[in-house]
C-alpha cells in the first residue's frame, strides 16, 4: 500500500510540474481552438463537428474544448475550463481573438465589395468552365494522380486539388464535406497576395520598393532600422529579430493569438543584422509590411477596399476574404480565404504576367522579382514567394515558384508547362509528397 502512495504522489508532482510549465501554452491553445472555429464557421460555413474532428485536431489544440455563440457570432474554448478564449466574427472582415484591450472588433467599417454578375467562365468569371480536351493531356494519367493525392487520408489529408493548363481546368477534386464554392484558409499563401499589392502600386508608380524606407526618420546610427527597404521586407532580409515557431510560445504565436495590432510587433523588435546580411522567415514582416500598407491610404476605408477593388475582385476571386487584427490590419501573413478556383486564378494571374483579360494590373518583370532566388535562402525563397531554383523538387521544372502555407496549402506555379496546380489539405511535406505528386501529374502532359 505505501509504495502504491508513492507511486501516486510521484505521478501528481509530475502533473502539477505538466500543467505549470504548459499553463502559459494554455491561452494560445484555447486561441487556435476559438479561432479555428469562429472562421470554418462563420466564414467558411463548415459544420462546427467537423472542425473539432479535424481542424482542431492538432497537437494540444485538440485539448481544447470550442463552443459557438451563434448569436454572438463568436465562438469561445478552454482548456479543461482554464485559460477561455473568445473570437468575435464580422461580415467582410472575417474573425479576431479578443484580448484584455479589446472585447471586439475596435472599427465598424469593413471593405466595398464590386461583386459583377458572372457572363464568363473560369477563369475569368465563375459562369462554369469550358469543356475543352487537349490531345497532349493524358486525362486517364491525371485522374491517377489526383487519386493518388488523397489514397492515404489518414497521412496524407488532402481536401482540394485542382489542375490548371493553359488558363482550363483539366483536373479538379473535393474532399466529401468540401465543394468548388467552400473557402479554403490559405495561411502563409496570403504572404504572396500581400506582395502582390505592393507589385500594383510598384507598376502603378505609387511606390518604388527600392527606395522607399519605413524607417527613414529614424536616426542612422548603429542599430538603426533606417536603412531597410520595402524589397528587403519582401525578401525576409530586413534583419528585424523575429522567432518563426508555431508550436510554443514564440514571436509569431503572440502575434497571431495575443495582438490587438499585428504590425507593430515587428516593427519594435530589435536590428540583429543589416539588411541582406541574413535571411529570415518572418510572419511579422508580412504583417508589417500590411500595417506600412495601410500607410498609404488617407483614410482605413481607402485602405481596407485596396486589396478588393485592385485585385480580389479584379479578378474575380469573389469568395476571398483576407481577416483583419482587432485594429484593422489584414493579417497579411496568414489568414486569406478563397475557394479553390480562386486560389487557382491567383496563380493564373502570375503564370500570365500580370495581364487578366486584357489588362495588366502589374509589370511583366515583378514575376522575374518574386521568382529571383534572395542571398542566403539556398535558392527556395524570392519575395513573399517560395522557389524550386536548387531543385528541392528534383523531378519538377526549376523555374517552379509556390504560394506555400501552413499544413500544406499550396499554389504551384509552373510557367515552362503553361501549369497552375492548387492542392489544399491538413498535412505538407513529407507527409503529403509534393515531389511525388507534382511528377505524377507532369507526366500527364506531353
Known amino acids: 500500500m505505501k ?7 510521484i505521478l501528481l508532482i509530475a502533473l502539477l510540474v505538466g500543467v505549470y510549465l504548459n499553463y502559459p501554452k494554455l491561452n494560445l491553445i484555447s486561441g487556435v481552438a476559438s479561432k479555428n472555429m469562429a472562421s470554418q464557421v462563420f466564414l467558411a460555413k463548415r459544420a462546427p463537428d467537423s472542425v473539432t474532428t479535424f481542424d482542431n485536431n492538432m497537437p494540444l489544440v485538440k485539448l481544447a474544448d470550442a463552443q459557438l455563440l451563434i448569436q454572438d457570432s463568436a465562438a469561445t474554448a478552454s482548456v479543461y475550463g482554464l485559460m477561455k478564449r473568445k473570437a468575435v466574427y464580422k461580415d467582410g472582415v472575417g474573425a479576431a ?43 486517364e494519367l491525371l485522374e491517377k494522380a489526383i487519386d493518388n493525392a488523397f489514397a492515404r487520408p489518414s497521412e496524407q489529408k488532402t481536401r482540394t486539388v485542382l489542375v490548371a493548363y493553359k488558363n482550363h481546368i483539366i483536373g479538379e477534386r473535393y474532399l466529401k464535406g468540401f465543394t468548388k464554392d467552400t473557402p479554403m484558409l490559405g495561411w502563409s499563401i496570403t504572404k504572396s497576395v500581400l506582395a502582390t499589392l505592393y507589385g500594383m502600386m510598384q507598376y502603378e508608380g505609387k511606390i518604388d520598393i527600392h527606395s522607399y524606407r519605413p524607417f527613414e526618420k529614424e536616426i542612422r546610427m548603429k542599430g538603426s532600422k533606417s536603412a531597410i527597404t520595402i524589397n528587403h521586407l519582401l525578401r525576409m532580409q530586413s534583419g528585424l529579430a523575429w522567432e518563426e515557431n508555431y508550436f510554443e510560445i514564440s514571436d509569431v504565436t503572440k502575434m497571431l493569438f495575443l495582438s490587438s495590432d499585428m504590425p507593430q510587433i515587428q516593427r519594435n523588435k530589435q536590428v540583429i543584422a543589416q539588411p541582406t546580411e541574413v535571411w529570415n522567415y518572418s510572419s511579422g514582416t508580412s504583417n508589417l509590411l500590411s500595417g506600412i500598407l495601410r500607410e498609404q491610404f488617407k483614410t482605413h476605408q481607402e485602405y481596407l477596399d485596396f486589396p478588393y477593388s485592385s485585385l480580389i475582385d479584379k479578378i474575380g476571386m469573389h469568395s476571398m476574404i483576407i481577416e483583419t487584427d482587432l485594429t484593422g490590419n489584414f493579417v497579411g501573413s496568414s489568414y486569406a480565404w478563397a475557394t479553390t478556383r480562386d486560389w487557382a486564378k491567383f496563380g493564373l494571374l502570375y503564370l500570365n504576367k500580370g495581364m487578366w483579360n486584357g489588362e495588366r494590373l502589374f509589370a511583366a518583370d515583378w514575376v522575374d522579382y518574386v521568382s529571383e532566388p534572395t542571398a542566403h535562402s539556398d535558392g527556395v525563397y524570392g519575395a513573399h514567394f517560395w522557389l524550386n531554383a536548387n531543385g528541392k523538387y528534383p523531378d519538377v521544372p526549376r523555374d517552379l515558384y509556390s504560394a506555400n502555407g501552413f499544413q500544406g496549402q499550396y499554389v504551384f ?5 503553361d501549369l497552375v496546380v492548387v492542392r489544399t489539405g491538413l498535412a505538407e511535406d513529407p507527409e503529403f509528397e509534393v515531389n511525388t505528386f507534382l511528377k505524377e501529374v507532369l507526366s500527364a502532359i506531353d
Do not use: M
Open 97 to 139: 481573438l479578443t484580448n484584455e484591450e479589446h472585447d471586439t472588433h475596435s472599427f465598424t467599417i469593413a471593405p466595398n465589395r464590386t461583386i459583377d454578375k458572372d457572363t464568363l467562365p473560369f477563369p475569368y468569371g465563375n459562369a462554369g468552365v469550358t469543356d475543352t480536351l487537349f490531345e497532349n493531356v493524358d486525362y
Open 413 to 417: 506555379i509552373i510557367p515552362s508547362k
Open 3 to 9: 509504495k502504491i502512495r508513492i507511486i501516486l504522489f
